[in-house]
């Protein structure tokens, strides 16, 4: 069974970093045809997708936010590592990881649960 | 970036009734559009990829068509169960893109 989750704080301040961990089990990020992704919605609102890391670590980034991001893994631990510096409250939202397959046209087959971050001081 | 356009941004059906939505790109996508329901409080759940493929274990009332910039998601007998809000997504290029969603509710 393939299963991601996300896990962080669930409040920041403005002007911190944010660092969310995505733990993955039923897959291995050595495998070439999958990758993980990470997708936000502030509440109320639509999906935003803000990067992504594949096996061989090709990393690519939201253009308005890549600035601020960065994404990484460590395969030993099955884990996938987002990074967001200098939070805002526009920033709030829930954080979602999910897995992205090659074999489904590069689409989201499977999705953590979420983790909400409230960005306030 | 490709931006992607749903309509209508919210219906209301009911039971039984047959739902359209429609996605457009604002450039060529190929086929790599997939759909996407989400329930409140609850993650995305992949319906439909490669813009007609469907899903293991998703009802056979669900139907996507389209390709290069213009898609569809059909419900063929509106259930209960699928008043949720849908998304589409480009997966042709970086950076991925998603629609504005779709809210399906119950008239």
């Known amino acids: 069974q393939v299963t991601l989750k996300e896990s962080g704080p669930v409040l920041v301040k403005p002007t911190e970093t944010l660092t969310l961990t995505c733990t993955v089990s039923?897959?291995?990020?050595?495998?070439?045809?999958?990758?993980v992704s990470w997708i936000r919605q502030p509440p109320g609102k639509a999906l935003e997708w803000l990067a992504h890391?594949?096996?061989?670590?090709?990393?690519s980034y939201s253009t308005s936010l890549k600035r601020r991001l960065t994404i990484s893994k460590d395969t030993s631990r099955s884990q996938v590592v987002l990074s967001m510096t200098n939070m805002d409250p526009v920033d709030t939202a829930t954080y979602f990881c999910a897995r992205t397959t090659m074999g489904t046209y590069n689409s989201f087959d499977v999705w953590g649960q979420g983790t909400m971050v409230t960005v306030s001081s | 970036d490709i931006q992607m356009t749903q309509s209508p941004s919210s219906l209301s059906a009911s039971v039984g009734d047959r739902v359209t939505i429609t996605c457009r790109a604002n450039q060529s996508i190929s086929s790599y559009l997939n759909w996407y329901q989400q329930k409140p409080g609850k993650a995305p759940k992949l319906l439909i990829c490669?813009?007609?493929n469907l899903q293991s274990g998703v009802p056979s009332r669900f139907s996507g068509s389209g390709s290069v910039t213009d898609f569809t998601l059909t419900i063929t007998s509106l259930q209960p169960e699928d008043f949720a809000t849908y998304y589409c997504q480009q997966s042709y290029t970086t950076p991925r893109t998603f629609g504005q969603g779709t809210k399906v509710e119950i008239k």
């Open positions: 890391i594949f096996s061989n670590d090709e990393q």
């Open positions: 490669a813009a007609s």
């Open positions: 039923g897959f291995s990020l050595n495998n070439a045809r999958m990758g």
